[in-house]
Structure formats: C-alpha cells, structure tokens
C-alpha cells in the first residue's frame, strides 16, 4: 500500500486504516461516518493532532 494525502480522498467510513498524523506519528484509526478521524491509540488521540496521510484498504 502506498499513503495517500487526506487531501486527495478518504478512507471508506469505518475501515480501520494506518493513519500518519502532523507531529509524525503513526497509528491506526478510521473515519467516523461524518468525517471526523479516531484514532485508536488514546496518548496520541489526546493531544488531537492532524491527520495528513492514510494507508490501507
């Protein structure tokens, strides 16, 4: 898989993908149906960072 830019499209809903964040973090999440990113790692959640790339499907 290869990342893609937040800017050129979004994961399906619900569809747990690697999500690479602003401050360079790595982790897993998934676009909630309205949109908005989960991260599932609850530190890195915490400081509410931006998500600028996705791999998966």
């Known amino acids: 898989m290869t990342w893609i830019s937040v800017k050129q499209r ?17 982790v ?4 909630k149906s309205n949109g908005e990113w989960h991260l599932l790692c609850p530190q890195v959640a915490a400081t509410k960072p931006e998500v600028i790339r996705w791999e998966g499907e």
């Open 28 to 31: 897993t999440g998934y676009v």
């Open 10 to 26: 979004l994961p399906e809903p619900f569809t747990k993908v690697w999500v690479l964040t602003d401050s360079g973090r790595k």
